[in-house]
């Protein structure tokens, strides 16, 4: 089980790991129940240069197409494969096996522009979307 509390959320709902200097990407869980039946994903290219706030990639839904946006800046090192062949692993564990990609941050200190669990909690409380 993830602990909730080393992570940081964007408001367009991505989760975000620091690791040293590589930061692990995903959705939240609170995405994926409103996301409901996603049927693709498309995850940047690696070695794509991205910015904090920036379009990665999208997912998509039967119903409509979402932007997957970088929490930092940096290059993508990784992605999931196993996400992106079996989408349901997104919705099964959006905080674990259902990560999206990895990013080498260029400024690791972006990630204090994130919220923290509690405040990302109370915003979707109060209908942040």
Request: net charge negative; charged share 25%; glycine share 8%.
């Amino acid at each position: 089980m993830i602990d909730t509390k080393s992570l940081k959320y964007a408001k367009s709902h991505e989760w975000a790991r620091l690791e040293g200097n590589v930061c692990t990407v995903g959705i939240t869980d609170f995405a994926q129940k409103e996301i409901r039946d996603i049927v693709y994903l498309e995850l940047p290219k690696i070695g794509k240069e991205v910015r904090q706030g920036a379009a990665a990639g999208a997912i998509e839904s039967v119903k409509a197409a979402f932007e997957l946006y970088a929490p930092v800046s940096g290059t993508v090192t990784a992605i999931n494969e196993k996400a992106a062949q079996d989408v349901t692993v997104v919705h099964r564990d959006p905080l674990g096996n259902g990560w999206l990609f990895k990013i080498e941050c260029s400024n690791a200190a972006e990630i204090n522009n994130l919220l923290d669990d509690a405040a990302y909690n109370e915003w979707t409380a109060q209908g942040g979307h």
